[in-house]
């Protein structure tokens, strides 16, 4: 089996930079008939599961349907996700104590419930699940009571489950539907944690935020990933000499350390086990993964070891800053005097970046500057994009191909 799995990665309002980068691939790359490149599996935590789940529902209907995508983002306002009044402010302390009854979070969930409920076609995602146009959405949470990630999984019929994609990682078949994705988007403190069953789940970006496993295991042999983070940039000043930036900041700066990806690490994992796969088919021949992966299916594993190009796609310029420079500049959209005043809050004082603002700005505006960012970023690959939708997956890459930062890689085993 092969195929192409596309992985969205969580961060709040920073997802819109994702909208830019799928609208530019799915637009640019349309066949003569019109028709965008074929995603097989698409796997989203957080905000990635939102933009995922829409991707998933309008397989078939690219690339018109991302210009809708593209629409709903920049027409946003931050009532339309955001809900902050005085019944919110009164109840500020059970989100800090907790207790019985209804999970609370800062700001009131029903805005994005509603945002969510009238994006996603939720029927049409079903069907095409059930007819196979798409194999499978996966959709990543955080269980609240041991802290495990959890992978919901939407198959095809007769698509295999793995039993699992870590030590940790818990795979669950479900039929996933709008309690799933505001689960895997329910920022911890943030937005309360939403109920699956008799469990209790938030934010998939604690634990997975990048998650790639499900595409592997599943058997797809190329991942398309959209990061939201940039690596940081060797001797910049994010805070003056002589200041020292407030709780606001530091719980931004806390925020990057949870749920933006480690996508980093993943790749070097990935690269290491390519490097391994190499060396053995150089010493031992082409035969070398077929005896490896018989070997694997004696003691019973169900997918096996192969050769996985992937190709990350990230931000160029670190969107904390880029909400900083935003919140400068703009007067933000927000119709009650106290959400007004929650934003002002975000101002980032001391410090050069805005990274809890990046996550919260769910503002028109704001998107408008990340989709742009989103298309240029790839616009600047577009060869390197072109090369990874088009040529021959199959062939092995040598050392030589792969980039030195991470963002082309090799192969991952599966099993």
């Given amino acids: 089996m092969s195929g192409l799995g596309l992985i969205l990665s969580g961060g709040g309002a920073r997802g819109a930079y994702e909208v830019g980068v799928l609208e530019y691939i799915f637009s640019e790359f349309a ?25 998933a529902s309008a397989i078939g209907e690219m690339p018109g349907a991302l210009k809708q995508l593209v629409s709903i983002w920049t027409d946003l306002e931050l009532p339309h996700v955001l809900g902050f009044g005085l019944r919110q402010a009164a109840g500020l302390y059970r989100v800090l104590l907790g207790g019985s009854g209804q999970a609370r979070g800062v700001f009131d969930p029903a805005p994005l419930s509603a ?16 007819s196979g146009q798409l194999r499978a959405l996966t959709v990543s949470t955080t269980h609240v009571g041991t802290g495990q990630p959890v992978i919901f999984l939407d198959a ?4 295999g489950i793995p039993k699992g994609l870590s030590l940790h990682a818990l795979v669950r078949r479900a039929k996933i539907g709008q309690h799933h994705v505001l689960a895997s988007a329910a920022i911890p403190l943030i937005f309360p944690a939403v109920e699956i069953g008799d469990e209790i789940h938030c934010d998939g970006g604690l634990r997975l935020n990048t998650p790639m496993g499900p595409s592997v295991h599943l058997g797809m042999n190329r991942l398309l990933v959209v990061g939201l983070s940039t690596p940081p940039a ?10 020292y930036p407030g709780a606001t900041y530091m719980l931004g700066k806390v925020l990057n350390a949870f749920l ?11 690269q290491r086990i390519n490097d391994f796969l190499e060396d053995g ?59 007004r005043a929650f934003i002002s809050m975000l101002d980032v004082g001391a ?10 700005l769910f503002d028109g505006g704001f998107a ?19 090369a990874f939708l088009f040529e021959d997956p199959d062939a092995i890459l040598s050392p030589s191909q792969t980039v030195e930062s991470g963002e082309r890689s090799g192969s991952k085993p599966a099993e």
């Fill in 31 to 55: 066949d003569a008939q019109g028709n965008a490149p074929k995603v097989d599996l698409i796997s989203g935590t957080s905000v990635g599961a939102v933009n995922g789940a829409f991707v």
């Fill in 115 to 130: 945002l969510v409920g009238r994006t996603v076609r939720w029927r049409r995602l079903r069907r095409n699940i059930q």
């Fill in 156 to 159: 095809a019929p007769g698509q």
């Fill in 234 to 243: 060797a001797g910049r000043r994010a805070v003056q000499d002589g200041k």
């Fill in 260 to 270: 933006l990806d480690h996508v980093n690490t993943d790749l070097l994992e990935v």
């Fill in 281 to 339: 088919i150089r010493a031992y021949g082409p035969e070398f993964l077929e005896r490896i992966n018989d070997a694997a299916k004696v003691r019973g594993a169900l997918a096996e070891r192969r050769l996985l190009n992937s190709l990350v796609l990230r931000p160029t310029t670190d969107i904390g800053q880029v909400a900083s420079e935003y919140l400068a500049s703009n007067r933000v959209r927000f119709g009650k005097a106290l959400g």
């Fill in 351 to 360: 410090g050069a970046d805005a990274d809890l603002a990046s996550y919260l």
């Fill in 368 to 386: 408008q500057t990340l989709i742009e960012m989103g298309r240029r970023d790839a616009h600047a690959r577009r060869d390197e994009i072109e």
